[in-house]
């Protein structure tokens, strides 16, 4: 082994140290999504207990680290399903083609489905009749060579999505992998008897943030007002519909359902041209909204 090989060596074993130190961190909870990217694929990482970073030389690798697509001499087509508890199934398939003096391509496909769920409300605790259903799949790219016999380097990029019910979030992450062949502990003193060294960065992307009809519908159930600062606008504007949001783009929004005979009939919104609400135009809006309500059953009843 040269002092080159062993310089690069010794750098990718303290990269992989710091990323185990960083690994130790707690998550922030509830604050990810698409944890289905966590659930590994192949039966061979899978009874190892997902450490396949540096084993998986096949398709398996578009998952556990795309430098080990450098691997392939042949094409290749995986496909994988596993089912999982109450209902939920999980499904990956892949292909990939080998090119001598280019490298290897891979498309895969990652998907889970969560099944069907009742819908449930506060006055209809065993259901309103109505079934939901999440879903999430990812589609990746991945590309791998290798630039020496001893070492490879892979990358890919994927599009995520996640949909619950009327939902949705989307998002854009890359993966980057690292293989190194080395002497240590080989018998024969061939780098491919001895230890193999793997470095995997997984899912780097874009944030998400659901987007959808779910919030609209809650104020359609029944009378309810809700209060929009900068605050909590992001928690509530993201489930706003998208050409509501174009209309009334400020953080101080004013969103009152109107009802009549308990059946919502109007949605009112208050803009102040961005400018926050006063206590007294909050009390206002809440005078007007009650004033139309008054109105809606006067001229409900005297039409009936």
């Given amino acids: 082994m040269t002092i080159h090989e062993k310089l690069i060596t010794a750098v990718l074993i303290l990269a992989f140290a710091a990323a185990e130190v960083q690994a130790q961190k707690p998550y ?32 398996e690798s578009c998952y556990w680290n795309p430098a080990g697509l450098a691997m392939m001499s042949r094409n290749e087509v995986l496909f994988c399903m596993q089912p999982w508890v109450i209902d939920i199934n999980t499904s990956f398939a892949a292909v990939g083609l080998s090119f001598p003096q280019l490298g290897v391509f891979a498309l895969s496909v990652n998907q889970m489905n969560y099944g ?36 490879s380097f892979g990358a890919g990029i994927k599009y ?22 080395t002497q240590f502990f080989s018998p024969t003193g061939e780098r491919s008897d001895g230890l193999a060294i793997g470095m995997s960065i997984a899912n780097y992307g874009t944030r998400m943030r659901y987007d959808g009809m779910d919030l ?18 992001r928690q509530f504007a993201a489930h706003l519909p998208g050409a509501l949001r174009q209309l009334f783009r400020g953080e101080h929004l004013l969103i009152r359902s109107l009802s009549c ?3 919502v ?17 909050v009390q206002a809006f809440g005078k007007t909204a009650q004033c139309i309500e008054k109105a809606l059953h006067s001229f409900t009843n005297r039409s009936q």
């Avoid at 995520?160 to 992450?173: K, M």
């Avoid at 007002?225 to 909590?232: E, Y």
């Avoid at 009939?265 to 135009?281: E, K, M, Y």
Wanted: charged fraction near 20%.
């Fill in 261 to 263: 005979n308990d059946r």
């Fill in 28 to 59: 922030r909870r509830g604050t990810t999504a698409a944890n289905f990217l966590e659930i590994g694929y192949g039966s061979r990482g899978s009874a190892m207990g997902d450490a396949a970073v540096a084993s998986s030389e096949d398709l």
């Fill in 160 to 181: 995520v999505n996640s949909t619950i019910w009327h939902t949705s979030a989307n998002a854009a992450a890359i993966d980057l992998g690292a293989l190194v062949n």
């Fill in 265 to 281: 009939q109007l949605l009112a919104i208050a803009d102040q041209g961005g400018v926050p609400f006063s206590q007294t135009s």
């Fill in 216 to 233: 609209l519908q809650r104020l359609l159930e029944k009378s309810a007002q809700i209060r929009l600062t900068p605050d909590n606008c």
């Fill in 116 to 151: 069907k769920e009742k819908v449930t409300t506060l006055s209809t605790q065993d259901g309103t009749g109505e079934n939901y259903t999440a879903a999430e799949f990812s589609f990746q790219l991945s590309y791998a060579r290798r630039l020496a016999q001893w070492f």
